[in-house]
């Protein structure tokens, strides 16, 4: 089986997959999905940027503290 074989039957598992996908278990969650409104978002938003101001701030002081604590210039 050659390169262009193998190509072939790769893609025709992807188009399978793809053409079932809308049919199989995520079918419920795909119907049920819609687009957020402007305060959903804005809420995800706020809280991701949370998130990620607070890991970054432990991270900092831990190197802050290890710093201070082996004396590393």
């Known amino acids: 089986m050659g390169i262009i074989e193998k190509s072939e039957q ?3 598992s992807v188009d ?6 809308g049919k199989g278990k995520y079918s419920r ?3 049920m999905a819609r687009k957020p409104t402007r305060e959903e978002y ?3 938003l706020a809280i991701t940027g ?4 607070f890991i970054g701030g432990v991270g900092f002081a831990l ?3 290890f710093q201070i604590w082996l004396h590393i210039p």
């Open 10 to 12: 790769f893609q025709k």
């Open 16 to 21: 399978n997959w793809v053409a079932g996908f």
């Open 29 to 31: 969650i795909l119907k």
């Open 42 to 44: 804005g809420k995800v």
């Open 50 to 53: 949370l998130g990620i101001l």
């Open 63 to 65: 190197y802050y503290i």
